[in-house]
């Protein structure tokens, strides 16, 4: 049954002050300013325009025609990487990437307010495995990657490589430097957390029988090992249980780390992918550690500007949502699309399109699939906050840190957008924060989630992150005087049990219409990151090349 409003607030908001869900901010005692003192709204991808979909017979019919060789749908780091790939092996092709946004990015995306730019979604890159080469060639193009060290490990762009104090910790009211949890924790909890890292790093090392990494980034490239994908099957949690992992301190650091890339936690999760997130990641630098993380202050659309930079001189369509796909010939497709700024309609003719769109999109788009298992994906919705605080978030031990949590908060923290300029700080300086949290998510109903996280109000959020700050910064709600709000009703695919070894996911990612239209998207993963995204661009871009050259052979 869908959780009443409030309810839903209140699961958002478990462990918070009782008293915040009055809904408005002057309700919080002792913290929060009168609601006229912070500036800002409530922002959000275009969901009016892309809800158009629903309603197709709203849209007007399109009234011109023009012919392309290869269209992308969808801007977000899947299209883009399509479209750079196309045009770095067959530059001489006509291309058109129409994106439903103003900007292209897709989650990537990024705002600013008088001191700095910031994210609104995807904020940071972990040094990649060095094996992945077609990613660090784009690295290197974008100035990233500034050369190869003796040995052939890459060497990053310093700026670029998160600053320290990287990582703190809010833990029995002390600052601890890192989010694995230590300060005050019993020596049985501890042991229990070592025994797991130390699993972890032998998953990370170990092979199948067929001689590929059992966990590997992008996933396709993991072992094929039937034993290993079988752990697709059950929950993480229940594969925890099975191990013996009962420490409450391993399971709340396990939660958030899954809550932050996939939305949702432990329970909700394959046990294929809670082992994948520590077991794939295998960075290796000249000038940094493996766990080291890239970032900029407007997050990974530094990194989709890039990719957009060497997509060449393509067209790129803002504000175009396409609302039909169909075969119009043979040889051609007709994609319909429409822009919002002439309020117009055109159809396109492409021989081939790349479809990178969220699958609630492309199943709009695409003719029913074949016989087989539908493909259904569990989003969990997101807030995203970036505040300006006219104080610094201090505390007992470690100081501000790039990124920020408390121990047990419904919350995931937040991170300093301003970590990595590169200036000093007089104290009393203002500093943009930007706050992530994903949404409480019932996988019974998770459109109910949507919907009330679309309904509720600004000041309902403003609530809510005040709040947090509070607990996590006695004093500082008072402080904030700038706080603009976005709702994510799609934040990022969950690898719920099944997901990513069933046959519903094998079965979407089959090119479709006359083997012309090739999907890229990372829904079509089930690991939301942007390496899956990077790798599922190029894949569909050289899938449409050699469909060209199979055309090319048979008309000769
Ligand atoms: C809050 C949040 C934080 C994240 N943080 C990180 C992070 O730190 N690091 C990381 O690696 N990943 C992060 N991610 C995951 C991130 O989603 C992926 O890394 C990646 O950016 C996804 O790219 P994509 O191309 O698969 O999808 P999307 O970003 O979803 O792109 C799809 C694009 O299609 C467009 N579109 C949709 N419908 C239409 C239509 N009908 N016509 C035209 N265009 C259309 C959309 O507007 C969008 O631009 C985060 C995600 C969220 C939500």
Redesign the pocket.
Known sequence: MPLPRRQFLTQASAGLAGTLLAGLVGSVPGCAPARSAVQGRLRG??HAL?HL?RTPDKIPAPTRTETIDTVI?????????ARRELHRLAPERSTIL????AD?????ATGHNARTAY???????PIPDARDTELLAFLQQAGVLTGYGPTGLPIYDETMLCHDPAERLLLHGHWQAGLVPEAGVPAADRAEISRFLADMERLRRAMGPDGQDLFRLPLTLSSSDEVTRQLDTETMAAWLDRHGYQSEYLRWYLDYSYRD?F?VSALQISAWAGLHYFAARKGQAHNAPADAVLTWPQ??HFL?EALQAQGGPGRVQTQ????GLHEANDSQLAVQ?YDARTRQSTTLLARHVIL???WH?SKH?LPAPAAGPPLTPLHAP?L?ANLTVAGYPGGPGQPLSWDNVRYGSPALGYIDAEHQALRGYEADEPRSLTF?W?LPTDPADPAAARRHALASTYADWLALVLTELELMHPGLAAQVTAADLWV?G???VAPTPGYVWGPARALATQPRLGGRVHL????L?GV??????FH??QRAARAVLGASSADFQSAT
């Open positions: 991808a275009g892309g979909l749908i969808g801007g977000g780091i899947s299209g883009l990487a129409l994106e439903l946004e292209t990015g897709g989650n990537a994210p609104w979604g995807a904020h940071y890159l890339d939305g997050g990974n989709a175009a949502l396409v609302f699309v990178a769109t969220p999109v788009l997101w995203v992530y994903a994510w799609h934040g990022m890229a998207h990372t829904d993963s939301s990151v942007f390496e899956e995204a599922q661009g």
